[in-house]
Nanobody, 120 residues
């Protein structure tokens, strides 16, 4: 079955960096777009970034220039390199198979998430 497992979250000071990972299994990974989504307490899911099959990347304006998404098909893993972190980046970050429409679909596949907290 499809499984997505995130790791790499934690507590970091403003201005700091973290690298999130999402390891996938149960499907032909290299044939799918992959997406990072975050959800802050009391708010709805927010699209963060998507990487295409060919490696084309797109970002939400709120993270553009600070976050970098990448994928390693040999490891069936996507990454999210997060720099210059701000308190407003605090959220549960999770990965999803497909693009943003797939990620927010009731039938979409998502991981359980990894918590990122940015605080001094």
């Amino acid at each position: 079955q499809v499984q997505l497992v995130e790791s790499g979250g934690g507590l970091v000071q403003p201005g700091g960096s973290l690298r999130l990972s999402c390891e996938a299994s149960g499907f032909f990974f290299s044939a799918y777009y992959m997406t990072w989504v975050r959800q802050a307490p009391g708010k709805g899911p927010e699209w963060v970034s998507t990487i295409s099959v060919a490696g084309t990347t797109t970002y939400a304006d709120s993270v553009k220039g600070r976050f970098t998404i990448s994928r390693d098909n040999t490891k069936r893993t996507i990454y999210l390199e997060m720099n210059s972190l701000k308190p407003e980046d605090t959220a549960l970050y999770y990965c999803a198979r497909g693009d943003w429409d797939d990620a927010r679909s009731a039938s979409g596949y998502r991981g359980q998430g990894t918590q990122v907290t940015v605080s001094s």
